[in-house]
């Protein structure tokens, strides 16, 4: 059988209790779906919720108009694509909601990469929260609403 697209890249790996990951994935079609004030909140209000998190923690994060970028532990004795599953899921069902909406919010599949001990996990938070300076929505990291990050 032959294991093609989002699918191809998730063969071999495996989710890890504890280990640090930096995942990116984007909205249906990559549509600007948080130029939406009411969309952005919700979103962002979503990731944060416990309900959501159940024990993972979130370490830095920016939600840009049409993807996110999520910089979190894996906590929880569960699969990265669960947690994954149950963002995706959450905000959707939340967004759709609130704008009176229905549809696929997200697009299938994400990227993920485990942190290496090696790596500068500070330098990963940077360039998650430096996405809005990169992409010239802002002049300041100040000046853009959609993050956080657990160092403040």
């Given at each position: 059988?032959?294991?093609?697209?989002?699918?191809?890249?998730?063969?071999?790996?495996?989710?890890?209790?504890?280990?640090?990951?930096?995942?990116?994935?984007?909205?249906?079609?990559?549509?600007?779906?948080?130029?939406?004030?009411?969309?952005?909140?919700?979103?962002?209000?979503?990731?944060?919720?416990?309900?959501?998190?159940?024990?993972?923690?979130?370490?830095?994060?920016?939600?840009?108009?049409?993807?996110?970028?999520?910089?979190?532990?894996?906590?929880?004795?569960?699969?990265?694509?669960?947690?994954?599953?149950?963002?995706?899921?959450?905000?959707?069902?939340?967004?759709?909601?609130?704008?009176?909406?229905?549809?696929?919010?997200?697009?299938s599949?994400?990227?993920?990469?485990?942190?290496?001990?090696?790596?500068?996990?500070?330098?990963?938070?940077?360039?998650?929260?430096?996405?809005?300076?990169?992409?010239?929505i802002?002049?300041?990291v100040?000046?853009?609403?959609?993050?956080?990050?657990?160092?403040?």
């Amino acid at each position: 059988m032959l294991i093609s697209g989002h699918n191809a890249l998730r063969k071999g790996r495996y989710s890890q209790e504890n280990q640090i990951y930096h995942v990116t994935f984007t909205t249906y079609l990559r549509q600007p779906v948080f130029i939406d004030f009411t969309a952005a909140r919700t979103v962002c209000n979503t990731i944060n919720a416990p309900g959501t998190l159940k024990g993972n923690e979130l370490l830095a994060w920016t939600l840009m108009p049409d993807h996110i970028h999520l910089l979190f532990q894996l906590k929880a004795q569960e699969k990265i694509s669960d947690f994954i599953r149950r963002i995706k899921s959450s905000s959707s069902l939340m967004v759709n909601r609130r704008l009176g909406r229905s549809g696929k919010l997200w697009a299938s599949g994400y990227y993920d990469h485990a942190i290496r001990n090696d790596e500068n996990l500070l330098a990963v938070a940077r360039y998650i929260v430096a996405n809005p300076l990169r992409s010239g929505i802002c002049s300041k990291v100040a000046q853009y609403p959609y993050w956080n990050a657990k160092w403040l």
